[in-house]
């Protein structure tokens, strides 16, 4: 049973990490699945945690790149009153939007954590032998990595979730853009939230394209709007069948 920061304060019990599930997470019934599988693993590894449950707000993220500071600072500044209030150390988040406002513009606001993206603090447990692998449900399976703008560009994370694909024994074949080149989903800056500028193309069905043409079976990604763009652009190349799309924690759960 997953237990809320509310209920471990009544007892005087501090967990290890904050899970953030974010509005991604909570809501949509695709990340629901990263946020269960996340969960298992945690389980599995011992560590302690919990989650805000209906104290946790949107961190603001879409508002401030939709151009509405005063929405983004609104639930900022409502967060961290109610992270500060639990003496939070950790947050460790499933989502590079979360992830980079928690991270990087909480402390201006006052909000000072600990902050992980999943895919790190998953490759730290399994650097300190905490979560091993077994079975290979991945091994030796063409595997193509799609790098989020959040968490790779913006926070030069590149290392982490290959590092989990390796500990797979997946086979990674990198599109013709990745790491510091890679091409966005088409969602971020809040495009989650709207229809496509004109153009000759989708963003999502031209990265798709990029991830079909390395021949690889499994997309792996690690954030929850890059999952939903990239499952529609494969829909739209009529290819939903034939190639997967998982975040990284769903791969590690099946082999655990």
């Given at each position: 049973?997953?237990?809320?920061?509310?209920?471990?304060?009544?007892?005087?019990?501090?967990?290890?990490?904050?899970?953030?599930?974010?509005?991604?997470?909570?809501?949509?019934?695709?990340?629901?699945?990263?946020?269960?599988?996340?969960?298992?693993?945690?389980?599995?590894?011992?560590?302690?945690?919990?989650?805000?449950?209906?104290?946790?707000?949107?961190?603001?993220?879409?508002?401030?790149?939709?151009?509405?500071?005063?929405?983004?600072?609104?639930?900022?500044?409502?967060?961290?009153?109610?992270?500060?209030?639990?003496?939070?150390?950790?947050?460790?988040?499933?989502?590079?939007?979360?992830?980079?406002?928690?991270?990087?513009?909480?402390?201006?606001?006052?909000?000072?954590?600990?902050?992980?993206?999943?895919?790190?603090?998953?490759?730290?447990?399994?650097?300190?032998?905490?979560?091993?692998?077994?079975?290979?449900?991945?091994?030796?399976?063409?595997?193509?990595?799609?790098?989020?703008?959040?968490?790779?560009?913006?926070?030069?994370?590149?290392?982490?979730?290959?590092?989990?694909?390796?500990?797979?024994?997946?086979?990674?074949?990198?599109?013709?853009?990745?790491?510091?080149?890679?091409?966005?989903?088409?969602?971020?800056?809040?495009?989650?939230?709207?229809?496509?500028?004109?153009?000759?193309?989708?963003?999502?069905?031209?990265?798709?394209?990029?991830?079909?043409?390395?021949?690889?079976?499994?997309?792996?990604a690690n954030c929850p709007w890059c999952i939903t763009m990239l499952t529609?652009?494969?829909?739209?190349?009529?290819?939903?069948?034939?190639?997967?799309?998982?975040?990284?924690?769903?791969?590690?759960?099946?082999?655990?």
């Amino acid at each position: 049973m997953i237990r809320t920061m509310a209920e471990l304060a009544g007892s005087d019990q501090q967990p290890e990490v904050l899970y953030w599930v974010g509005c991604a997470g909570s809501y949509d019934a695709r990340a629901q699945k990263v946020a269960r599988s996340f969960c298992a693993i945690l389980e599995k590894a011992g560590i302690s945690y919990a989650i805000l449950g209906q104290e946790e707000k949107c961190t603001g993220d879409p508002a401030r790149r939709a151009g509405n500071e005063f929405v983004f600072q609104m639930l900022a500044i409502q967060n961290i009153e109610v992270l500060n209030a639990y003496n939070v150390k950790t947050i460790v988040t499933a989502c590079p939007h979360c992830f980079n406002t928690l991270k990087n513009e909480y402390p201006e606001l006052g909000g000072n954590y600990n902050v992980m993206h999943h895919t790190q603090f998953l490759n730290q447990l399994f650097e300190t032998g905490k979560l091993k692998v077994s079975g290979g449900a991945f091994k030796g399976k063409k595997i193509t990595y799609h790098d989020s703008c959040y968490l790779g560009r913006v926070n030069d994370e590149y290392v982490a979730p290959r590092s989990l694909i390796e500990a797979l024994d997946g086979d990674l074949h990198e599109m013709k853009r990745s790491k510091a080149n890679g091409l966005c989903c088409g969602a971020g800056g809040a495009q989650m939230f709207k229809e496509d500028e004109p153009g000759d193309k989708r963003v999502n069905l031209e990265r798709v394209e990029e991830a079909v043409a390395t021949g690889a079976k499994v997309i792996a990604a690690n954030c929850p709007w890059c999952i939903t763009m990239l499952t529609d652009g494969l829909k739209a190349m009529d290819k939903q069948d034939e190639v997967m799309v998982f975040d990284l924690s769903e791969m590690i759960i099946q082999n655990i």
